[in-house]
C-alpha cells in the first residue's frame, strides 16, 4: 500500500519537492501539503490537485511528515506536532543546521527523525539530497527517505556531524553557480555583448562544463588545462582570479556557510 506523505511548510523547497513527488508518480492522493496563509494552500490545492491540511492532521493521517520550514519556525511547527506524532510515524526535517536530536527532544520517545538537506535543482530532477539518520532511524526509514529524494535527484547518506559541511556545499551550492552567472553575464555586457546573448553564452559554457565534470571521468583540474592554451586567453583570465582571491574567497564563503548552519542548530538563529 502506497504511504501517505505530508510536506508541512510548502514554500521554495517544499514545492519544489512536492512538485517533484508528483512528477515522479507519487498519486496525489496519496500526498498532503500545510500552509501557513490560506491563500498559499488555495494556490497548492489548484496548481497541484493536493489537499491542504493543518499540521495536526497531517501528523494524524500521514505516514511520513516532511518538515520544510525555515529553522527558525521549526521550535513552533514541532509543539504544534507534538501531541499528534505518534512513533509509527517518519519525520523528515529539510531545515539547515537542526540536528535530529533537537527534533526528537521534541516528540514522543522513539520518533524516527531523518535529517535530509536537499537544493533546489529538484525542480529540474537533478537535485541532490544528503540524508542522516537520527537515533531512532532505521535501515527501512533511510530506504524510505531515499525513495522520496531519490525521485527528484541524487541522494548521499553521511554521519549527521557532516550535514553542516554537506549544507555549506550542495545545499546552498546553486546559489554560488547562480552569483558566478550573474557576474560572468555582467562581464559580457562589458565586454560589449547584448545581455541576452552574454546570458545564453554563459549558461551554455556551464551546462556543457557541469556535463563534462560529471560524465567524463576526468579531475576538473585535467579539464580546466585542456582549455586552456599556452600564451592564450585562458591563463591570462586564470591569473586575474588568482590574483583576486577567487579560491580563497570560495573556501572562505563555504566556511561561512558552515559557520552559519551550526548557529542556526538552535532553531532561534
Ligand atoms: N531554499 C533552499 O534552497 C533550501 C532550503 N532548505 C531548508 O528548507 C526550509 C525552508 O526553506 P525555504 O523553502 O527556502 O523557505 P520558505 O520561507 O520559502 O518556506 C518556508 C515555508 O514554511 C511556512 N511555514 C512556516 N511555519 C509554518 C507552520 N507552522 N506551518 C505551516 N507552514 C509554515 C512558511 O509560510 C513558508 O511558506 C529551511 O529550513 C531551509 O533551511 C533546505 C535545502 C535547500
Ligand atoms: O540558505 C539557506 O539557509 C537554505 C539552506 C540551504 C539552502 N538554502
Redesign the pocket.
Known amino acids: 500500500m502506497t504511504q501517505t506523505v505530508a510536506v ?7 514545492e519544489a519537492l512536492l512538485s517533484g513527488m508528483i512528477r515522479a508518480g507519487w498519486p496525489v492522493t496519496h500526498l498532503l501539503v ?4 490560506p491563500e ?1 494552500a488555495e494556490e497548492l490545492h489548484t496548481r497541484y490537485g493536493v489537499e491542504t491540511v493543518s ?1 495536526a492532521d497531517a501528523a494524524k493521517r500521514a505516514d511520513t511528515l516532511i518538515l ?4 527558525q ?2 521550535g ?2 514541532l509543539d ?1 506536532l507534538a501531541h499528534h506524532v505518534t512513533r509509527d510515524r517518519l519525520v523528515i526535517s ?5 540536528p535530529t536530536s533537537f527534533i526528537e527532544e521534541r516528540l514522543a520517545p522513539d520518533t524516527p527523525v531523518v535529517r535530509v ?4 535543482p529538484v525542480l529540474v530532477d537533478e537535485g541532490m539530497s544528503v540524508i542522516s539518520a537520527g537515533s531512532h532511524a532505521t535501515a527501512d526509514h533511510l530506504a524510505h527517505t531515499e525513495e522520496i529524494f531519490g525521485g527528484v535527484g541524487k541522494t548521499l547518506r553521511v554521519p549527521e556531524s557532516q550535514q553542516d559541511a554537506a549544507t555549506a556545499l550542495s ?2 551550492g ?1 546559489a554560488y553557480f547562480y552569483y558566478l552567472v550573474e557576474a560572468m553575464t555582467d562581464a559580457g555586457i562589458l565586454l560589449g555583448l547584448p545581455r541576452a546573448q552574454a546570458h545564453d553564452l554563459i549558461v551554455q559554457a556551464a551546462i556543457g562544463a557541469a556535463v563534462m565534470l560529471r560524465d567524463s571521468g576526468e579531475h576538473p583540474v585535467k579539464l580546466r588545462e585542456a582549455v586552456t592554451s599556452p600564451a592564450g586567453t585562458t591563463i591570462s583570465a586564470i591569473r586575474e582570479l588568482e590574483n583576486h582571491g577567487v579560491r580563497a574567497a570560495l573556501i572562505a564563503a563555504l566556511e561561512a556557510a558552515r559557520d552559519r548552519s551550526r548557529e542556526l542548530a538552535s532553531g532561534n538563529g
Open positions: 508541512l511548510g510548502t514554500g521554495k523547497i517544499g500545510t500552509a501557513r496563509r498559499r499540521n520544510a520550514v525555515k529553522p519556525d521549526m513552533k511547527l504544534e529539510a531545515a539547515a543546521g537542526i538537506m536537499p537544493n533546489t545545499g546552498s546553486p
